[in-house]
């Protein structure tokens, strides 16, 4: 169960990196970097394939950025989530948001099992402050229903 405590944890962090970040301003690695970053966040956008991505210098791998981060949004195939999510835990990444769509349940038991705190079926951007547009519009409605994490 992912509870509130998770979830506001995460977004208090202004400091993460985005792995799955996109060139491509269709896909959501694309989107969730720009938003993260115009709301105030110090992102750090991963991506193998791409040198940089919306002016920012893009790093292959978690390894590779130039300082220790506390937190990983993760928007990548649940293929490759479990490789994230191991490459996070010897990053010494302490908070993971699988962002929906990226969650398998090999990453979700292994970032349980080494004391990362997860989070995941939940959309990043109806958290991070401040929330705005559709995504503050669905985070009414989620609440109406009783849905958000608790």
Same mark, same amino acid.
């Given at each position: ?21 996109? =060139? ?5 690695? #694309? ?14 956008? *991963? #991506? ?22 506390? #937190?990983?949004? %993760?928007? *990548? ?6 490789? *994230? %999510? ?7 990444? =302490? ?13 979700? =038991? ?28 669905? =985070?009414w409605v989620w609440k109406a229903l009783g849905k958000l994490p608790r």
């Amino acid at each position: 169960m992912i509870t509130k405590t998770a979830v506001e944890n995460f977004v208090a962090q202004r400091t993460l990196a985005v792995v799955g970040a996109s =060139r491509d301003g269709k896909k959501f690695g #694309n989107m969730a970097f720009k938003a993260l970053r115009d709301k105030g966040y110090r992102v750090f956008p *991963v #991506n193998p394939g791409a040198q940089m991505i919306e002016g920012e210098h893009c790093y292959p791998n978690l390894l590779s950025l130039p300082e220790r981060v506390d #937190n990983v949004l %993760v928007v *990548v195939p649940p293929a490759e989530t479990e490789r *994230v %999510v191991r490459e996070a835990a010897a990053a010494g990444v =302490r908070r993971v948001w699988l962002q929906q769509g990226a969650a398998s349940e090999a990453a979700i =038991r292994f970032c349980e099992a080494h004391d990362m705190e997860v989070v995941h079926g939940e959309c990043i951007l109806m958290f991070a402050q401040p929330v705005a547009s559709f995504h503050k519009w669905h =985070r009414w409605v989620w609440k109406a229903l009783g849905k958000l994490p608790r």
